[in-house]
């Protein structure tokens, strides 16, 4: 079983506040990712990273910003939270070569 | 570039009926194939995979073959039950290992 943790699971914030969103794994895998997913499904890849001290951004063009500081955390932070924001925020981790473990996600909505 | 082309949904079916999500792919080399499932409120979680032609990936009840020919990788379960309802991706990995592109995913809902 995977062991991804997200946290908050739901968080509901007004426009202009600073947030973080955790995401933890205890596997020692060294990629990690960020998705976005829109009410339509699809995800969209924001950020990732392939170990301590690497961080790329992704397809979808975001306001957040993310760190890797340690292999197991990968936090991401949205400086002045806007509604257009508002969305499910998924975090992932691989091994080298292997398949995609997701955590719970974050359902964030700004207001 | 590579890409994933999934059936768009939603899907509704009748408890045991037989279910089809075809899938296709764009790819340069030999990817790895996967099938992933969201249930409602969760993340994602890897149903099955296939890492190279004529591999067959099974669980659950659910099964998908590689087919190179067709480049394809069709979800298929011979009988759907109500908590199947979830959304499925479709995703590859290509030959460099160096990102997983997803299709858009498929909606299914199951009746009673």
């Known amino acids: 079983e995977a062991d991804i943790y997200q946290t908050p699971r739901y968080l509901v914030i007004g426009t202009g506040k600073k947030i973080t969103l955790e995401c933890s794994q205890t596997m020692g895998h060294d990629k990690m990712y960020w998705y976005q997913q829109d009410p339509g499904m699809e995800l969209h890849l924001i950020h990732y990273?392939?170990?301590?001290?690497?961080?790329e951004k992704g397809d979808l063009s975001s306001e957040s910003t993310v760190s890797r500081i340690r292999t197991e955390h990968f936090p991401l932070t949205l400086e002045s939270a806007r509604p257009s924001h508002t969305s499910q925020y998924l975090c992932?981790?691989?091994?080298?070569?292997?398949?995609?473990?997701f955590g719970p996600g974050t359902r964030l909505t700004v207001l | 570039g590579d890409s994933v082309t999934q059936m768009e949904g939603p899907v509704t079916l009748s408890e045991e009926a037989f279910l089809t999500i075809n899938c296709t792919y764009t790819?340069?080399?030999?990817?790895?194939l996967f099938w992933y499932v969201q249930y409602p409120g969760e993340g994602l979680q890897l149903l099955l995979k296939a890492t190279k032609a004529d591999d067959k990936g099974s669980n659950k009840g659910f099964e998908a073959t590689y087919r190179k020919e067709t480049t394809s990788f069709h979800l298929e379960k011979g009988s759907v039950q109500v908590s199947d309802s979830a959304v499925y991706f479709c995703?590859?990995?290509?030959?460099?290992?160096?990102?997983?592109?997803f299709g858009s995913g498929t909606r299914l809902s199951i009746r009673p």
């Open positions: 995703a590859l990995r290509d030959s460099s290992a160096s990102k997983i592109i």
């Open positions: 992932a981790s691989s091994p080298v070569s292997g398949e995609q473990f």
């Open positions: 790819a340069t080399g030999y990817p790895s």
């Open positions: 990273s392939y170990g301590v001290n690497s961080t």
